[in-house]
């Protein structure tokens, strides 16, 4: 049976392997989780979180610093608000869209979640005069 550091130590070994004959990260990390090799060892680790590793790995062999490569996955992981997602190939649409459905599922409140409650009423405050739109002010026989 091997150790612990045994098996972190051959991990990386692979990881190394894998990165230094990819530069796509998330490719590398789908071939690495599918391998029906390691399928047993990976079941618990996210796909995410493969392709981070992959990502500081690929930085490290590049010679970037830790800080630089945080940054470019921070860069890759997040999503711009005033991005124009029409522009984006196919490729770089998929990677946001599941950006945003990784975001949606930690964020999304579940009935087994203690902070859950079912049919939440909200008023809201009536300080100011509500303003008018000049469209829903005139009068049916106009038209």
């Not at 390691?38 to 590049?62: A, P, T």
């Not at 946001?96 to 599922?105: A, G, H, Q």
């Amino acid at each position: 049976m091997p150790t612990v550091f045994q098996l972190v130590v051959y991990w990386f070994c692979v990881v190394y392997c894998f990165v230094s004959s990819f530069l796509d990260c998330n490719r590398a990390a789908e071939q690495l989780k599918n391998n029906p090799r390691h399928k047993s060892y990976l079941e618990q680790v996210s796909l995410r979180q493969l392709e981070k590793l992959f990502c500081f790995l690929r930085g490290n062999l590049r010679g970037q610093s830790l800080a630089e490569t945080m940054e470019q996955i921070q860069r890759d992981t997040t999503i711009d608000p005033e991005e124009d997602l029409n522009k984006l190939d196919d490729k770089e649409l998929a990677k946001r869209k599941s950006i945003m459905d990784e975001l949606f599922e930690k964020n999304q409140k579940k009935k087994d979640d203690p902070n859950f409650v079912y049919d939440i009423e909200v008023e809201f405050p009536q300080d100011e005069q509500l303003q008018s739109c000049g469209w829903d002010t005139e009068s049916a026989d106009e038209f």
